[in-house]
Every structure is written in C-alpha cells, then in structure tokens.
C-alpha cells in the first residue's frame, strides 16, 4: 500500500463526535518533531511508563514519522499542546495460513488522559480507525489489547495467543537432536544489520505474525542506544546452517534474583527455519549458573516439550488473548489465506457496524485456495429461493467477532458453535468449515505493537 498515509481524509464522524466535547481531532505533520514530541510524552503517559528522552525519544519520533498520528486536544487545557488521546496506524502485512499474507492496519498507542476518561474519546479514535483501514485499502485491522474487554464492541476477537514458559533449568535434558550448523555471539550492530532478512522470513512461516519494523529491532537489539542499561544488558545469538548462512537468532538477558544462579530471560526469538529453532532453544537451555529459563510472548504450540526429555520442566506460567482482530472485507481476507482441502461454504455474517455484513459465497479448491463472493440481497434471495427447491449449500452464521476468531485457525467454528456464537444452517457444515479454517500451524504473535 504505497500511499502517503496524511492523504486519508480525516473521519468525519469521530471529528464532530470530538467537537461536540470541546476536543479537536488532529493528525501529525510527521515533520512536526515538537508535536510528535508532545505526542509521545502523552503515549507513554497513558501507559504509566516514563516520558522518553534522548536516544530513546528520537528512535520514537523515527517510529512515528512512518505512521499516522492522530492527537486529540483540549484547548481549555494549561498544557493544550500535550493530546488528552493518541492513537497511531500503519498498513501492514499479517502472515496468514498457507504461507501468504493478507493486508491489514495496525492500530497502536490507544490511551486517553484519565482527566478525559470515559466520555467517548476512545470510541471516536477506534471508529476512525476503522474508517481509516477501509480508505487506506486494509481487508482487516488489528491490534494487541491491555485488556480483553475493550475491543469486542468494535468488531475485533481475539486470534491468536501467546504464553510465557519456563524451564527448570536442573531438569533439562535434551532429547532432541544434534542440528549441523552452530551458535555463535553476535555484535548487536551486526545482527541489526542482518536481523531484517532473518525477521521477514520467520514471520513469513507463521499465521499471525506482522512485518516488523525498524523502530522495534532497534529497541529490541537496544543499537539506537548503545549506552543504555538494556544495550549492555543484552546478548544476542545467531544460529547459522552447515554452509554458515545466518537462520536465526536470540536476544535474551540474566537477570539475577539474588545471590545465586541468574533467571534467563527472552522474548525475541526470529527463527527462519525449524532447525535454528531447535538449535536456539537448545543453546538457551543448556546454560550453565542459570536456574530458569523464561520465555515470554512464545506459541502456544512450541516444539519445547519434544525436545526435552522431562516435558515436566516446562510450566506455562501465563497465556492470554494476544492478536486481535477486526474483519473489515471478508472477500479479501478470505481470498487472502490459505485452506486445509476443498468444498463449498456459505457464511452468513452479522456486522452491526456493517462493514462485512452480508452473504459469502465461497469455493475452496483442492489447492486450498478459496474464491469468494458477496452475495447481493437479490441474489441472496434468489439462493434462497433455490436452496429451498435443491440441496441447500453448506453453510454457518456468525457474527464479525465469530469470523475474526476463526480467520487464522485459532480456534475451530465447532468451538464456538458449541459457545453458542456460531450457528451451523446446514448439517455437516460446521465439520467441514473445521476442516478448511484450520492452521497447521497454530497462529502466533510473538511481539507486541
Ligand atoms: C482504554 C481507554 C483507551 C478507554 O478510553 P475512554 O475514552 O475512557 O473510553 P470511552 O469512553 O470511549 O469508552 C468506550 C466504550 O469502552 C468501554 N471501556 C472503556 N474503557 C474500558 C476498559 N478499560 N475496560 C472495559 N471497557 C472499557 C466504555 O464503557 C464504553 O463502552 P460503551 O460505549 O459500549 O458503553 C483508556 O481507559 C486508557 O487510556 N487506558 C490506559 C491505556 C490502555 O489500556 N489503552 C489500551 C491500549 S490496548
């Protein structure tokens, strides 16, 4: 999506919702660095972290100038040039089933001052995004939540997952193989040079993960920084294959809890293959004055427990609800994935936004491609009509919510049929729409944004 992202016009309707409590409605000149500035302080504020400064400021202001910025001010205010809400998108790319990637609009940086609070800030800011993904081209926009009860009044469900595992380091053993390549230490610099490469390849083989972007390596390798505490904390591992070609690589810290053996922690980890996977998790587990190794943001389905021969050393200490997202055209993000088999599907979707209400009409073929179509109410009723004479086509009724929660095989239409959320119309729809929505691989996001 090529596009300069200042040219969608600003959404009407969250201005005048805005307007009428006192507040202007605002994007920023990516050039305006005091009022990306003010932005950011505003951002960070909401998330009841630090205002940033220095290197680190200037690595956001980085960040933002490739995004669109929305400000909401109060005028009345001593500080009118701090937003009272923020909220900042971007066109992405979202790996999905079948090794493709579908279109979307990333939405970050919700917050609003808790002196506006609960007055409508955020539903004006999250429906402008909505407006903004539909005019920026996106077949669906997405987000990471704080809280799981947000969202679901603006059409997005949660799809894909991601839990915090640790290992007893005492109780490793490893049963997995012996991989041919090696690990080795790697300057932050370095990697962040090849990071990029190794990065969109790992993202490409996993449903749920999106393109990553400067502004993130840099704060995860901490090279916008060299100085800080979290760059000299760091260490970064790289695994490379029999003919040394990088394929993967770790950041990770020691983080010591008292006086004894440190606590290993990550939460990057970009594998472009399943053997630097395994040799990677290896060489994390494998350390020597190190009692646990914690992994954060990892899949829920890790290769981890087959490659170890105490599957008991590993406890999932967290999981939780970690992509979500919101179905704006059903047409492109159905076309967009790939499917497990062929058949026919009829979905009959409910949007009370309306953006991918309607009937879809949908082929799968035996390469697991899907063509889809939306059926126009005339046509609707003429199928109908023709469903009633002839065998009825195969099909399920769900909600927007329902059909963002299947999108990436993270949970299967029977599940929710079973919640009461999905209705299948003809038998033996619901087995069928198992088999074709699932993901060999389950989906995963392993960064928040
Ligand atoms: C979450 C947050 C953005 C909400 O902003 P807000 O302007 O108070 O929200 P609104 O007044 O527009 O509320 C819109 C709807 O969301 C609901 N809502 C708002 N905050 C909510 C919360 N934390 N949990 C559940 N529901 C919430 C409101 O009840 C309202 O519901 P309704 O319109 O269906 O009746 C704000 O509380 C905030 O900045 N929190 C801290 C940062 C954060 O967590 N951001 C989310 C990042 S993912």
């Not at 990553?212 to 490379?240: C, F, I, K, Q």
């Not at 970009?270 to 990892?298: K, T």
């Not at 299948?424 to 087995?431: H, I, M, Q, R, V």
Request: hydrophobic share 45%; charged share 25%; proline share 6%.
């Amino acid at each position: 999506m090529p596009f300069d992202l200042r040219d969608i016009p600003l959404d009407q309707k969250a201005e005048a919702a805005l307007a009428a409590r006192g507040l202007a409605y605002r994007v920023i000149d990516p050039q305006d660095r005091a009022a990306l500035a003010a932005w950011a302080q505003a951002d960070s504020r909401g998330f009841h972290q630090p205002a940033p400064h220095g290197p680190e400021l200037e690595r956001e202001l980085g960040v933002l100038a490739e995004r669109r910025v929305h400000g909401v001010y109060d005028p009345t205010l001593d500080e009118a040039e701090i937003p009272v809400a923020t909220v900042a998108s971007w066109p992405t790319g979202l790996s999905v089933p079948g090794g493709r990637s579908v279109d979307g609009w990333a939405v970050s940086s919700v917050t609003v001052a808790p002196t506006h609070r609960r007055r409508g800030v955020a539903r004006a800011l999250m429906e402008g995004e909505l407006h903004n993904a539909v005019a920026a081209g996106a077949a669906l926009a997405m987000l990471t939540a704080t809280e799981a009860t947000i969202y679901g009044r603006y059409g997005y469900a949660p799809a894909a997952r991601a839990t915090t595992l640790e290992v007893d380091r005492s109780r490793v053993a490893w049963a997995g193989g012996a991989e041919p390549g090696r690990v080795q230490f790697v300057p932050a610099a370095v990697m962040r040079e090849q990071a990029p490469a190794i990065a969109r390849r790992a993202v490409a083989r996993t449903p749920g993960e999106i393109d990553r972007w400067s502004g993130l390596l840099d704060r995860v390798l901490g090279t916008h920084h060299p100085d800080s505490d979290h760059a000299r904390a760091v260490r970064v591992a790289r695994y490379d294959d029999r003919r040394d070609q990088p394929q993967g690589f770790v950041v990770y810290r020691i983080r010591h809890e008292g006086q004894g053996a440190g606590v290993l922690e990550f939460d990057f980890m970009a594998a472009a293959s399943d053997e630097a996977e395994r040799a990677l998790w290896r060489f994390l587990l494998e350390q020597d004055f190190v009692s646990r190794i914690r992994g954060r943001l990892r899949s829920i389905d890790e290769p981890l427990p087959w490659l170890l021969a105490d599957r008991r050393a590993i406890r999932v200490t967290e999981s939780h609800d970690h992509l979500w997202l919101r179905i704006l055209d059903p047409v492109a993000a159905l076309e967009a994935r790939g499917y497990t088999g062929s058949g026919s599907l009829v979905l009959d979707v409910d949007d009370p936004q309306g953006y991918a209400a309607g009937r879809f009409e949908i082929e799968f073929s035996a390469k697991g491609h899907a063509e889809v179509r939306r059926l126009e109410q005339g046509a609707r009723d003429a199928t109908a009509h023709a469903a009633r004479r002839s065998r009825p086509a195969q099909g399920l009724r769900l909600g927007v919510t329902e059909l963002a929660a299947i999108y990436l095989g993270d949970v299967a239409p029977s599940l929710l049929a079973r919640a009461g959320r999905v209705v299948e119309t003809t038998p033996g729809s619901l087995a069928l729409a198992d088999r074709l929505f699932s993901s060999p691989r389950a989906p995963h996001l392993s960064v928040w944004f």
